[in-house]
């Protein structure tokens, strides 16, 4: 039960917003890619690679910047160093989501196109891509234990 407060939270919410338009951001890069950056790429599935490659990580930057900036404010410490330590956790968190949409799109692009597939697969990572992120990047303990 307390897994389903930690989720419906205020915080919850903002992440929920950055990770919309991180979705904005993820589709359009990977339209850019299939359609038009890639498409001398005459295999299909090395096409949907580089470009959910390219997709994922440009979201990822997009959204450390205003989860960092926005969703979690509160948590931060001064200093770039601090900033860099984040951000490497960030990639490190979102590494196994990362890994999880990618498997997942590619196994639902076989069965659906792949726009779709790649929603879903973007709907089942942001939740783990949240806890991991609320309990370790931006964790209150670890920051605590620093102050």
Request: proline content about 1%; glycine content about 10%.
């Amino acid at each position: 039960m307390e897994l389903v407060g930690l989720l419906l939270r205020q915080r919850f919410i903002r992440f929920g917003s950055v990770g919309f338009l991180g979705t904005l951001v993820n589709l359009g890069v990977l339209y850019l890619g299939q359609e038009h950056l890639f498409i001398s790429l005459r295999d299909p599935g090395s096409r949907l690679d580089l470009s959910l490659s390219l997709a994922i990580f440009v979201a990822t930057l997009h959204n450390f910047t205003w989860n960092r900036l926005w969703t979690w404010r509160d948590r931060q410490m001064p200093g770039g160093k601090r900033m860099v330590l984040q951000l490497g956790q960030y990639f490190l968190a979102g590494g196994l989501a990362i890994l999880l949409q990618f498997l997942v799109t590619k196994a639902l692009a076989a069965h659906m196109h792949y726009l779709l597939a790649n929603m879903l697969a973007i709907m089942l990572a942001a939740a783990v891509n949240y806890l991991l992120n609320d309990l370790w990047t931006f964790g209150l303990g670890r920051l605590r234990s620093k102050a």
